[in-house]
């Protein structure tokens, strides 16, 4: 046995030491063994270097006595639980994991951007590292009870509803259990409404024309006339026009699919207004890419026109829009839907309040036709006697 392999004896019974080559630097270490019989078997293990594992005489002794009364597993077992553990790991899909393939199955969505702050705020601190059967009814109650003591109902919900899509798209790729539970989602009121008055609807008129950003008046007044959403038109760009039919084709709609619209002459006003430059989109944002928001000019434009605090500049415009149809009493529920490019006719009836009340204003026109015929026949009777 050469010298740098002799065995060495501690004072600590089956305990030795061998002299190495030291790992990272110059000169020799440590390398602690114990020996030890165990079902009649007499087991040598390597335990660690003095310098790099930072094994000592008295931790080798302490784990000789472990590994006697079974409370320590050899570097041999730890190395195959790790490489088992390992392949666990891999095989699990958490709520994480799940997540990162929902991405990859979804580039680019449209409320990508939405959804990520949503789980990194909300759902990864309390589910990253779960799987899905291992999510409890109470987790999800608690993270919907906190919410709401900060957040929106509406905000909630998002979040809620982002958790449920991530694991039903797990479950449907046979990844992972659905839950075992349903996800209570709290009750949102988003049927608002919002409308102007002939008075305030001059006032904004004029704060567009007056105001210094070119591009949010233009959209301002391009959502009035038409009723597109914001994220519609800043997405919204010059080959989408139909000039000659005069159509908007609005790709990627919130209803999921592209859809079309007429383009009314206010609208066609608008976007002849409107100088071209070498962007693609119709509204351009710095450099000519995709803008991301105009709310700054919208707000300044609407505290100009001395609007409602609540009223929403851009989105109380697309109100203010299905308003003006509903109420003229003549446009009908299914055209305003798909002027809207609602889904479905539940968002639409909103608006139906406003159309009855022209259809009452029509009925008294009737009775007030026929009460005046009634009256003059009562004054022919009087004046017969």
Same mark, same amino acid.
């Given at each position: 046995?050469?010298?740098?392999?002799?065995?060495?004896?501690?004072?600590?019974?089956?305990?030795?030491?061998?002299? +190495?080559?030291?790992?990272?630097?110059?000169?020799?270490?440590?390398?602690?063994?114990?020996?030890?019989?165990?079902?009649?078997?007499?087991?040598?293990?390597?335990?660690?270097?003095?310098?790099?594992?930072?094994?000592?005489?008295?931790?080798?002794?302490?784990?000789?006595?472990?590994?006697?009364?079974?409370?320590?597993?050899?570097?041999?077992?730890?190395?195959?639980?790790?490489?088992?553990?390992?392949?666990?790991?891999?095989?699990?899909?958490?709520?994480?994991?799940?997540?990162?393939?929902?991405?990859?199955?979804?580039?680019?969505?449209?409320?990508?951007?939405?959804?990520? $702050?949503?789980?990194?705020?909300?759902?990864? !601190?309390?589910?990253?590292?779960?799987?899905?059967?291992?999510?409890?009814?109470?987790?999800?109650?608690?993270?919907?009870?906190?919410?709401?003591?900060?957040?929106?109902?509406?905000?909630?919900?998002?979040?809620?509803?982002?958790?449920?899509? @991530?694991?039903?798209?797990?479950?449907?790729?046979?990844?992972?259990? $659905?839950?075992?539970? !349903?996800?209570?989602?709290?009750? +949102?009121?988003?049927? +608002?409404?919002?409308?102007?008055? !002939?008075?305030?609807?001059?006032?904004?008129?004029?704060? @567009?024309?007056?105001?210094?950003?070119? @591009?949010?008046?233009?959209?301002?007044?391009?959502?009035?006339?038409?009723?597109?959403?914001?994220?519609?038109?800043?997405?919204?760009?010059?080959?989408?026009?139909?000039?000659?039919?005069?159509?908007?084709?609005?790709?990627?709609?919130?209803? $999921?699919?592209?859809? /079309?619209?007429?383009?009314?002459?206010?609208?066609?006003?608008?976007?002849?207004?409107?100088?071209?430059?070498?962007?693609?989109?119709?509204?351009?944002?710095?450099?000519?890419?995709?803008?991301?928001? +105009?709310?700054?000019?919208?707000?300044?434009?609407?505290?100009?026109?001395?609007?409602?605090?609540?009223?929403?500049?851009?989105? $109380?415009?697309?109100?203010?829009?299905?308003?003006?149809?509903?109420?003229?009493?003549?446009?009908?529920?299914?055209?305003?839907? /798909?002027?809207?490019?609602?889904?479905?006719?539940?968002?639409?009836?909103?608006?139906?309040?406003?159309?009855?009340?022209?259809?009452?204003?029509?009925?008294?026109?009737?009775?007030?036709?026929?009460?005046?015929?009634?009256?003059?026949?009562?004054?022919?009777?009087?004046?017969?006697?």
């Amino acid at each position: 046995m050469s010298k740098a392999m002799k065995r060495i004896k501690t004072k600590y019974p089956g305990v030795f030491y061998r002299e +190495v080559q030291r790992i990272g630097g110059a000169g020799i270490e440590r390398m602690f063994y114990i020996l030890f019989k165990k079902e009649g078997r007499l087991f040598e293990e390597k335990i660690g270097r003095q310098f790099s594992d930072g094994m000592t005489e008295a931790k080798a002794a302490r784990v000789r006595s472990m590994r006697i009364e079974g409370k320590r597993h050899s570097r041999k077992e730890m190395r195959a639980e790790a490489k088992v553990k390992k392949s666990l790991e891999e095989s699990r899909w958490t709520v994480d994991r799940l997540w990162s393939e929902y991405q990859s199955a979804h580039p680019g969505y449209r409320s990508y951007a939405s959804d990520v $702050g949503r789980y990194r705020s909300y759902l990864q !601190p309390l589910f990253g590292d779960k799987e899905p059967s291992g999510i409890l009814l109470l987790d999800v109650d608690r993270l919907r009870i906190n919410l709401l003591k900060k957040k929106s109902p509406q905000t909630v919900k998002h979040a809620l509803g982002l958790l449920k899509r @991530i694991i039903h798209f797990g479950y449907r790729r046979n990844l992972c259990q $659905g839950l075992s539970f !349903p996800i209570t989602m709290p009750r +949102v009121n988003n049927l +608002v409404t919002e409308d102007l008055t !002939p008075e305030q609807l001059t006032r904004l008129l004029r704060a @567009i024309d007056e105001d210094e950003n070119l @591009i949010a008046g233009a959209m301002m007044k391009f959502i009035l006339f038409s009723g597109m959403r914001k994220s519609e038109c800043f997405r919204l760009q010059w080959p989408d026009v139909d000039l000659d039919r005069n159509f908007i084709n609005i790709r990627e709609s919130k209803g $999921g699919v592209s859809q /079309k619209i007429p383009l009314n002459s206010g609208a066609r006003l608008v976007l002849e207004s409107i100088p071209h430059t070498e962007s693609l989109y119709i509204f351009p944002g710095r450099n000519g890419n995709q803008r991301a928001t +105009v709310q700054k000019a919208a707000n300044r434009i609407k505290a100009k026109a001395g609007l409602p605090k609540d009223f929403r500049p851009l989105h $109380g415009l697309r109100h203010t829009f299905a308003s003006m149809l509903a109420s003229s009493g003549q446009v009908d529920m299914y055209t305003l839907q /798909k002027l809207l490019t609602h889904k479905s006719p539940i968002m639409t009836q909103r608006y139906a309040h406003l159309r009855d009340e022209t259809l009452k204003r029509g009925s008294n026109v009737a009775n007030d036709i026929i009460s005046s015929a009634i009256g003059k026949l009562a004054q022919e009777a009087i004046g017969e006697k």
